[in-house]
């Protein structure tokens, strides 16, 4: 899980993100405002008309281009306020044209959320140097679901924005930072007043850059949500959730869980990626932690924080080992793997298998179990064991796979697996294929 956004890199940048304008200084132009990454937007929103008559210089109205990139956001609330489950929390969406449809399109939408449990596993807590974040009451098993909550606020991470002529980078900088603080305001009035005290309560450490309050705390706490309108380039069907509890998580680079978003329940979760201890504080990852500690260290500085979680603070020579180990864990391909061994009869028999262990044990070692690769390896593993009909070993794996569920949109393992003697594997297509004479 990666924090929605840095506002360093929501600067546009001239020459790539200024989209339309034969002169910006004299027509203005409209500007990818990307929050975080510098990927070039395709558009998915119909703003050629407008881009049209800049470019041509047929008009200058820029008061009525501002309004229409305006009419591009939906407010809406959800659940509504008339539907069944309306006793549900309310997460208050700013939507893109076409996001509302492709959510409510999302098989199984909208689902409930589980109840909320009478004992929570957390609680909010100081942390010391971190301000608040959240400990464990009790102790928790690796894979289970320790929350799940509706977002205070769904925003775009990506979005078009109208700019006036003649500004400076600077001013141009504050302009984004005024328009999102605009897109932004009508969706925290709307928040029921518990909603709202709970939003403006979290912790803003974007006070003196310009950022207006409601800015500065989603630049705080906004988790990204990649994907929320599937089938769109360039980032725009992205978006940023703002959530009471989760986004209290403090980080560190070997967490012990993962949050992830659930399309089908509009909803935030987290899991215990490992065991954790009654009183241990809980923690997520806002970056990619494969990079080396210099790396990492980097990367913290940019969320306003030094990194003291274990693996940064350990000696000089352990740390070197660390990277090391992240770093073979970076370069490795899985898919590559697999197709070599697939592909290759000289290869052992065991070798794929042998390289995903080798992966694991990596991952364990540098507590790295909220990474995607250690729900997806044991799914290679099993994979291997069919193609080498071996049910016994895959319905093993199985049982891994159904435990390790904290990846975005996790796609349940079909139960049948589980039974070694399930006639599903005989039927899998992939059966026995790496037993077969090339
Ligand atoms: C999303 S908030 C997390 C909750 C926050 N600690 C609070 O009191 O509400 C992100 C901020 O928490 C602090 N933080 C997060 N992880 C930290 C860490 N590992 N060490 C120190 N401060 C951290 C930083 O101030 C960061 O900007």
């Known amino acids: 899980m990666r924090r929605g956004f840095l506002l360093n890199s929501a600067k546009p940048k001239p020459s790539a993100d200024k989209r339309v304008g034969n002169s910006a200084s004299s027509h203005g132009s409209i500007v990818t405002a990307v929050q975080e990454g510098k990927k070039s937007i395709d558009s998915a929103v119909p703003y050629a008309k407008i881009q049209a008559q800049i470019m041509a210089g047929t008009t200058n109205d820029l008061e009525r281009f501002k309004e229409e ?29 076409g996001t509302k449809q492709a959510l409510f399109n999302t098989p199984g939408f909208p689902q409930p959320l589980p109840p909320a449990p009478t004992n929570p596993a957390y609680r909010v807590a100081p942390i010391p140097g971190k301000r608040l974040g959240l400990i464990a009451t009790c102790t928790i098993k690796q894979g289970e679901l320790i929350l799940t909550e509706r977002p205070l606020l769904i925003r775009p991470r990506n979005t078009r924005m109208f700019l006036p002529p003649n500004l400076n980078e600077k001013q141009t900088t504050q302009h984004i930072l005024d328009e999102w603080e605009r897109i932004t305001e009508p969706a925290v009035a709307r928040m029921t007043e518990e909603r709202r005290n709970a939003f403006f309560k979290l912790h803003n450490n974007k006070t003196g850059d310009g950022s207006g309050p409601i800015t500065g705390l989603v630049v705080t706490n906004g988790l990204e949500w990649t994907n929320l ?61 494969l990079g080396p500690a210099a790396a990492r260290a980097k990367s913290c500085k940019r969320y306003g924080f030094t990194c003291q979680c274990p693996c940064c603070a350990q000696p000089k020579e352990r740390l070197a080992e660390s990277d090391a180990r992240r770093t073979t864990l970076r370069e490795f391909n899985l898919s590559d793997a697999e197709q070599r061994w697939a592909k290759d009869p000289t290869l052992p028999l065991d070798w794929l298998v042998t390289q995903c262990l080798e992966q694991l044990d990596l991952l364990e070692k540098e507590g790295l179990q909220a990474c995607n690769s250690y729900c ?48 599903a594997y005989e039927k899998n297509r992939a059966w026995g294929l790496r037993m077969q004479p090339w």
Request: with cysteine; net charge negative.
């Open 69 to 97: 990139c305006w009419k591009e956001y939906e407010w809406i609330s959800f659940p509504p306020p008339n539907a069944v489950a309306a006793r549900e929390p309310v997460t208050e969406c700013i939507f893109l044209p």
């Open 229 to 289: 309108h599937p089938g769109l380039t360039g980032g725009l069907g992205d978006y940023i959730a703002v959530c009471d509890l989760i986004s209290r998580l403090n980080h560190s680079c070997s967490p012990n869980t993962q949050a992830t978003q659930s399309r089908a329940q509009l909803a935030s979760t987290l899991h215990a990626v490992r065991d954790i201890a009654q009183g241990e504080e809980l923690t997520i990852h806002y970056f990619n932690t």
């Open 376 to 423: 997806v390896l044991p799914q290679a593993i099993m994979s291997a064991y069919v193609m080498l009909a071996d049910a016994k070993r895959a319905s093993k794996w199985a049982v891994v796979v159904n435990e390790r569920r904290w990846i975005d949109d996790y796609v349940p393992l079909d139960p049948s697996y589980l039974d070694p003697k399930s006639p």
